[in-house]
């Protein structure tokens, strides 16, 4: 029996591609939670209300896109995968905006962007890994 031919460079590809999505979710969490005092006195909010909403909307949008994930990864691991990062893409343009509500709408959608790139991601380089029998 031959082993099949593993394509190394389209490996490190994909494995580089994965680990660089997933660090951009959790980069996203925590990045804003940084600027989050200066964003604040720009744009002149009272209380901490409007950052926690903000910053909650991510994690309720990585909780909404890893359940998804189920019924997304139907159209398969890679095609998940470049849906995850256009949504991604999406969610990034209303936080351009000063409008908190855009922000929270923009971080809930980058945050299902990331919580579906975690799953896909870890699905296509569990199908994708060469096994040893």
Wanted: aromatic content about 6%; overall charge positive.
């Amino acid at each position: 029996m031959t082993e099949p031919k593993v394509k190394t460079g389209f490996l490190i590809t994909m494995y580089a591609t994965s680990v660089i999505g997933n660090f951009l979710c959790g980069m996203n969490l925590a990045g804003f939670n940084e600027s989050a005092g200066i964003v604040a006195f720009q744009r002149n909010w009272k209380g901490s209300k409007n950052i926690a909403l903000v910053n909650d909307a991510c994690v309720l949008g990585l909780m909404l896109g890893s359940i998804a994930a189920g019924t997304i990864l139907k159209i398969g691991p890679k095609n998940s995968a470049i849906l995850a990062n256009l949504i991604g893409i999406i969610g990034c343009l209303p936080q351009i905006s000063d409008n908190v509500w855009a922000l929270i709408i923009g971080k809930t959608i980058l945050g299902f962007g990331g919580g579906l790139m975690i799953i896909a991601s870890s699905v296509y380089i569990a199908e994708t890994l060469p096994r040893k029998e």
